[in-house]
């Protein structure tokens, strides 16, 4: 059985494998791709909207992130992770 986690935005429990994780280097938010980072963590959904309410929440501060993380690589790191989601889609919408 697959270890559950929960997004941070939306607070969904799914399989792990099913978010993006983040973890904190250094007070720097990195992404880790292959979830192996030794580092505390949090998950967010591979969707565009979670992405969203979460950048949003991070702008009016009013999440808990459980982990020490400079907001602004925070906010770069879901940037890009919310392109990333948008090319994929991108590239199912183009194969219709």
């Known amino acids: 059985m697959a270890p559950k986690r929960c997004c941070i935005a939306c607070r969904n429990i799914k399989n792990k494998t099913e978010f993006f994780r983040i973890v904190s280097v250094n007070n720097s938010a ?5 979830q192996k980072v030794n580092a505390r963590g949090i998950y967010v959904c591979k969707n565009k ?9 991070l702008n009016r501060k009013k999440v ?7 907001n602004q690589s925070l ?11 948008e090319e994929k889609n991108s590239g199912k919408n183009e194969g219709k």
Request: charged share 30%; aromatic share 6%.
């Open 30 to 34: 990195q992404y880790d791709m292959k």
């Open 75 to 85: 906010l770069n790191v879901l940037e890009y992770l919310k392109c990333e989601v």
């Open 64 to 70: 808990n992130l459980k982990i020490l993380v400079d």
């Open 49 to 57: 909207d979670c992405i969203e309410n979460l950048i949003n929440k």
